[in-house]
């Protein structure tokens, strides 16, 4: 059985939603799951993060952007600004002292953003794990490689309905997600969290191509940064093996994020 979630209110006048969350209490360090381009807190490795933290005893915390799972809002309404407003909310609220951010796919991205508000906060994360990471997706992984009708759908008609390969409905891409993106691109310079950062990436995901989590790695710090290779991975590293893996090198960061506090 899960267990009902918790909401907390993000967001001003028009602008506010209820966030869904979910927490086990447990150690510090917590860990806290970010989910990515439509999923939940609800889907397989958020699931098995919390099955792993109940054996450890460890604090863990998931929670759904806006227009996501069982958090209010439509998708198309929101971006990747509301999106890591939704996760600082949670953070600041129930993360605890130097949390360890696991981020996947679109999550990654939102975790190197949160990491810099949460710096500016005096409350830098401890360790982060990075599943596929996306970061400026909106930019690199969609708008660079959209059919130019999809661009002219986006600019002239406000929204793209791109074909999904993990749903029946299609994805809405509105010209507000891909003008917002924009705002918070990291892959033009140095990207410096704070903390030591361990990527996961498969090599057969056609997603978030292993290039892309390259380039990622390498605009990390050379000291604390590290990166494994899943060769038949795909991107959703949902595999028995997969899962075991996750586990472990989370359960490793949360490690070195008690040692450094």
């Given at each position: 059985?899960?267990?009902a979630p918790e909401f907390l209110e993000v967001g001003e006048g028009g602008a506010r939603r209820r966030i869904a969350f979910r927490r086990r209490v447990g150690a510090a360090p917590a860990v806290v799951w970010l989910g990515g381009f439509r999923s939940d807190m609800l889907a397989t490795k958020a699931t098995a993060l919390d099955g792993a933290a109940a054996a450890s005893g460890a604090a863990y915390l998931r929670f759904d952007y806006g227009g996501h799972g069982e958090s209010g809002g439509r998708f198309e309404d929101f971006c990747i600004s509301t999106w890591l407003?939704?996760?600082l909310a949670v953070i600041s609220r129930h993360a605890g002292p130097r949390p360890?951010?696991?981020g996947s796919s679109m999550g990654g991205w939102i975790a190197l953003l949160a990491a810099r508000e949460m710096a500016k906060a005096g409350n830098p994360p401890g360790a982060m794990t990075l599943v596929a990471p996306?970061?400026?997706?909106?930019?690199?992984?969609m708008w660079e490689s959209m059919p130019e009708e999809a661009r002219a759908a986006v600019m002239n008609e406000g929204v793209w309905l791109r074909p999904s390969g993990y749903s029946d409905e299609p994805y809405p891409i509105t010209r507000r997600l891909i003008e917002d993106g924009d705002r918070h691109l990291l892959l033009d310079g140095p990207i410096d969290p704070g903390c030591p950062v361990?990527?996961?990436?498969?090599?057969?995901?056609?997603?978030?191509?292993?290039?892309?989590?390259?380039?990622?790695?390498e605009a990390l710090p050379a000291a604390g940064a590290s990166i494994t290779y899943i060769r038949d991975g795909d991107h959703r590293l949902s595999r028995?093996?997969?899962?075991?893996?996750?586990?472990?090198v989370v359960e490793a960061m949360r490690a070195?994020?008690?040692?450094a506090g």
């Open positions: 059985m899960v267990s407003e939704d996760a360890v951010l696991v996306a970061a400026d997706f909106t930019r690199r992984l361990h990527i996961l990436q498969g090599m057969q995901d056609p997603d978030v191509p292993w290039t892309h989590a390259r380039r990622v790695f028995p093996q997969d899962i075991a893996l996750l586990a472990r070195v994020a008690a040692g």
